[in-house]
């Protein structure tokens, strides 16, 4: 089994069982990696900070491998990071999605030098990322994304609107027609809302159509970040 699937080989065998077809689909399908980053590497703190992470959330982030579809109509291998609580949810996540041709443009941990942990350059370039210790635009607060407990998918397809005409990724548009976009109800959103987890394309106040977030406060509060 590859990389993504080897740990499996200890589960159960309805777990397994769970696997096997999609070991399958990927057996068949050409595929190459775009990011040979380590754990160490995707989520060790480079950039210049002046809220450096703790080290408690460093150590619980897993870097996971999973192989998607993307719109050059190849299978690609990706790489994310995200908090070991929901390291395996993820990874059925992406592997579902696979299974139903659900496009992924890149998927590059924000370590990578390619974006510095810029997050606005991430989107720009429509990458899928899921840890980034940050605060939530305009607020004091940690994001989800800060823990590990949050995805943003397809960004430039995906965007964050606020107030009806603020944007971001700046210049990109929300249009559902369109290949790769999130759409209420779709298989996509399904498989997130199912395993407890939140679509920004759901709120009031503002939609954030690329963002997805388990939210647990009993995290934060042992993280004392609170």
């Known amino acids: 089994l590859p990389g993504f ?3 499996y080989r200890c589960c159960s065998g309805a777990d ?3 696997m096997a077809p999609y070991a399958t689909l990927y057996a068949r399908i050409n595929h190459e990696e775009e990011s040979i980053m380590t754990r160490h590497s995707s989520s060790a703190s480079r950039k210049p900070d002046p809220m450096p992470c703790p080290q408690a959330i460093l150590a619980a982030q897993r870097l996971i491998e999973v192989p998607y579809h993307s719109f050059d109509g190849r299978c690609h291998i990706g790489q994310i990071v995200v908090h070991e609580m929901i390291a395996r949810e993820v990874e059925e996540i992406f592997l579902a999605l696979l299974a139903i041709d659900f496009p992924i443009a890149k998927m590059i941990p ?6 510095g942990w810029d997050d606005d350059r991430s989107m720009h370039d429509n990458n899928t990322t899921g840890f980034n210790y940050r ?28 107030n009806g005409n603020h944007v971001a990724p700046l210049g990109s548009r929300y249009d559902p027609t369109v290949y790769g976009t999130v759409i209420d ?6 498989l997130f809302l199912e395993r407890g987890f939140v679509w920004g394309g759901h709120w009031s106040d503002f939609k954030d159509y690329q963002h997805f977030e388990k939210p647990m406060p009993s995290l934060q509060i042992a993280s004392g970040l609170v």
Do not use: E, K, M
């Open 110 to 115: 924000l370590a990578d030098p390619r974006y």
């Open 5 to 7: 699937l080897s740990h």
């Open 16 to 18: 397994f069982a769970f």
């Open 135 to 162: 605060l939530i635009d305009g607020t004091d607060r940690i994001s989800w994304h800060g823990y590990g407990l949050a995805i943003d998918i397809n960004p430039w397809h995906n965007p964050c609107i606020r």
């Open 185 to 190: 109800g779709a298989p996509i959103v399904r």
